[in-house]
């Protein structure tokens, strides 16, 4: 995974390359598992927080999110993906993404965004000239300004290359249950690739800086770029020192005992949360009660 900022490209790390599905598995829910905490946090502050993810077709933006959003609370995310835009839509370019933003306490999740008139509509000529230039010289301000104003905002950029694509297309066109994800536009969009990667250099030279950088990841596996996804949004909004790849399953289940009271079969999350209570009554109480958590396996104490 790769991480840009302005013309520099600074290179982050991403430990999955050619993980197994039993490790992915493992992974994924301890990922998730960190994730429903930042989301947590997210909506007891009352945060505000935009992810967006951006790519060609068929590069994995749609199940990305799926497994992000998996395991959070549907009341605290929402995930949008606009479609053809109106005429007017299309004149007030910016206006048609403010009003999808996240108010306070929320994280929303854009399937391709804003920038999408900095990729496909110039590639395939769905906007002018004068309108592309126009958001180029504009977006950056803009998102600084959101920025300011206390939005964290995150631009993934998901990139695959021809080969894998033309095999994700095979795949959809020869499954009944993915079939409609083709389009004649996927066709056509595909046969002007060198165009879009000309725009897409062309957006990573002007719409990135330090404070509203972009992050590039190769998402010719699905499985590598759905974990680094994850990795980077835990590192950068909550557990910043999250080891990967400790093996370590989040579905093993906990005792906690509290003043002899045990409460079995809690998950990592529910323990600490437990614990959190008590630690608190704590604070409120000079009565001290007795916590003690046991190891999944082994029965015992741990200290």
Request: some cysteine; glycine content about 4%.
């Amino acid at each position: 995974m790769k991480k840009l900022t302005g013309k520099k490209v600074v290179k982050i790390e991403a430990p999955y390359t050619g993980i197994s599905i039993k490790d992915y598995n493992i992974e994924k829910r301890r990922l998730q598992l960190e994730l429903l905490t930042i989301q947590q946090k997210v909506a007891k502050l009352g945060q505000r927080v935009c992810i967006c993810f951006d790519g060609r077709d068929a590069a994995g933006k749609g199940s990305t999110i799926l497994r992000l959003t998996q395991s959070l609370m549907p009341k605290y995310f929402r995930t949008i993906d606009l479609g053809i835009p109106t005429k007017k839509e299309s004149k007030y370019w910016f206006h048609r993404y403010e009003q999808h933003l996240p108010k306070e306490g929320e994280i929303v999740f854009f399937d391709r965004s804003w920038y999408n008139r900095a990729l496909i509509e110039p590639t395939m000529g769905y906007c002018s000239k004068s309108q592309y230039e126009y958001f180029i010289r504009k977006v950056l301000d803009w998102e600084h300004k959101l920025i300011d104003n206390g939005l964290k905002l995150v631009k993934f950029y998901l990139s695959v290359d021809p080969e894998h694509q033309l095999y994700r297309f095979q795949e959809r066109l020869s499954d009944p249950l993915k079939f409609w994800k083709f389009s004649e536009n996927d066709f056509h969009a595909r046969k002007k690739w060198e165009t879009y990667t000309k725009y897409k250099e062309q957006m990573f030279t002007h719409t990135a800086s330090p404070k509203s950088p972009w992050v590039l990841i190769n998402s010719n596996s699905r499985k590598e770029s759905r974990l680094t996804t994850m990795l980077y949004i835990v590192r950068n909004f909550g557990n910043k020192k999250f080891v990967p790849l400790t093996g370590k399953d989040v579905t093993d289940t906990y005792t906690v005992e509290v003043n002899g009271v045990a409460f079995k079969g809690l998950n990592k999350l529910q323990m600490s949360v437990l614990s959190e209570l008590m630690e608190d009554h704590e604070n409120h109480d000079h009565s001290e009660p007795k916590i003690e958590i046991l190891d999944p396996l082994k029965g015992s104490a741990v200290k």
